[in-house]
């Protein structure tokens, strides 16, 4: 009688044991999808990200947006696949644009020694060669509508490359008034293919 007493407690003990490894697994993945939400690649202009870049517009009275969330950090895993950060610029006078009215331009933060343009982690060229959209060029957005220019940067992080991170700056100009539209960033931080 008393073995079948501890069989009972050793299953018992297993179930509870396993039924709390689960929750704390669906746990672990809810919070990581929950901080890592806004920092979704973006992988076309659809009505979504025009109207969220949009809603942007209104509630920071800013010309000048990246749809990245309040920090404008793009958390990257290295794989063969594209990511995409999508930006969105508008005319200061309201007026109408077209493809090539307003023009963007990447410009990297200068070779710290902590970014990936420093030459003991990346370096200046191999940093760059992440980039499909070239760095440095002025650019004609994508798409356009009214007064709303939109466009997808896109990037290429090899497995195997470096965790660092990398500072870009936006600027965009008006080539019909020859004017400044403003200016924004964004960062791009390339961790490592870990667990999740």
Avoid: H, W
């Avoid at 950090?73 to 063969?80: E, V």
């Amino acid at each position: 009688m008393e073995r079948k007493g501890a069989l009972e407690m050793s299953v018992s003990t297993i179930v509870i044991l396993v039924i709390g490894m689960t929750m704390l697994i669906l746990g672990i993945v809810l919070v990581t999808n929950i901080f890592t939400g806004a920092t979704d690649s973006v992988d076309d202009l659809n009505e979504k990200v025009k109207n969220e870049i949009s809603s942007l517009f209104s509630d920071t009275n800013k010309d000048v947006i990246v749809k990245l969330g309040a920090d404008n950090t793009a958390k990257i895993t290295p794989s063969p696949d594209a990511f995409g950060i999508a930006i969105g610029a508008k005319t200061k006078d309201g007026s109408a644009t077209n493809r090539e009215r307003l023009k963007y331009k990447l410009t990297p933060e200068t070779a710290t020694g902590s970014n990936c343009a420093s030459p003991r982690i990346l370096g200046q060229t191999n940093m760059e060669k992440l980039f499909v959209t070239p760095l440095n060029v002025d650019r004609s957005f994508d798409e356009y509508d009214g007064a709303t220019a939109f466009a997808i940067i896109e990037l290429k992080v090899p497995k195997g490359t470096a965790e660092c991170t990398q500072k870009i700056f936006i600027d965009v100009k008006d080539t019909q008034t020859t004017e400044n539209v403003g200016g924004s960033f964004f960062i791009i931080d390339i961790g490592s293919g870990g667990f999740f």
